[in-house]
T-cell receptor, first 117, second 109 residues
Framework: GAVVSQHPSWVICKSGTSVKIECRSL??????MFWYRQFPKQSLMLMAT?????????EQGVEKDKFLINHASLTLSTLTVTSAHPEDSSFYIC?????????????FGQGTRLTVV | GQNIDQPTEMTATEGAIVQINCTYQ??????LFWYQQHAGEAPTFLSY??LDGLEEKGRFSSFLSRSKGYSYLLLKELQMKDSASYLC??????????WGAGTKLIIKP
């Protein structure tokens, strides 16, 4: 299957700093990428949908100024957690959908475990 | 509102068969996914159903009944490595994925 690479796998940062997470589709063009957050023992929660070349669409309750998403190319989307706080500590996962199909399988990155101290 | 229901936790014995159910109420339907997620890892794709019936793939099978808003994932010949969470997700009319909370499957020797 298609490969989505997410980097870094884990990161520890100090409260108040910013962290950037990258999501790359390695062998296909991803017109749409999704960013999820997962707290322990809970379901995946969609944060935002990002389409190449346009602004991301954020889910209700997700602060767009805090979670900056950039989808500058068909193979790269980034999520920047700005002014991180301990409550932002979570598992962040990206997924990408290939091409223009109405809907196809979503390929997931490996996830990034963020710990804010 | 949109809702996906799955049992929170199930226990089964190595070598046995287990069925994980998923019921859904969503605004429209454009397919249903099953994903497996081991602790601390991202989900991995297991199956996709959009038409009624049973899809078999090795030890795993997935069934869908659109009229009943119901799906199940069937795991045969259980192995210890099958211990994981199994997530049901439905694609709604806006092609958004609606996720269930997942079923934690515990396999005992």
């Amino acid at each position: 299957g298609a490969v989505v690479s997410q980097h870094p796998s884990w990161v520890i940062c100090k409260s108040g700093t910013s962290v950037k997470i990258e999501c790359r589709s390695l062998d296909f063009q991803a017109t749409t990428m999704f960013w999820y957050r997962q707290f322990p023992k809970q379901s995946l929660m969609l944060m935002a949908t990002s389409n190449e070349g346009s602004k991301a669409t954020y889910e209700q309750g997700v602060e767009k100024d805090k979670f900056l998403i950039n989808h500058a190319s068909l193979t790269l989307s980034t999520l920047t957690v700005t002014s991180a706080h301990p409550e932002d500590s979570s598992f962040y996962i990206c997924s990408a959908v290939q091409g223009d199909a109405a809907y196809t399988e979503a390929f997931f990155g490996q996830g990034t475990r963020l710990t804010v101290v | 509102g949109q809702n996906i229901d799955q049992p929170t936790e199930m226990t089964a014995t190595e070598g046995a068969i287990v069925q994980i159910n998923c019921t859904y109420q969503t605004s429209g339907f454009n397919g249903l996914f099953w994903y497996q997620q081991h602790a601390g890892e991202a989900p991995t794709f297991l199956s996709y159903n959009v038409l009624d019936g049973l899809e078999e793939k090795g030890r795993f099978s997935s069934f869908l009944s659109r009229s009943k808003g119901y799906s199940y994932l069937l795991l045969k010949e259980l192995q210890m490595k099958d211990s994981a969470s199994y997530l049901c997700a439905v694609v709604d009319s806006n092609y958004q994925l609606i996720w269930g909370a997942g079923t934690k499957l515990i396999i005992k020797p």
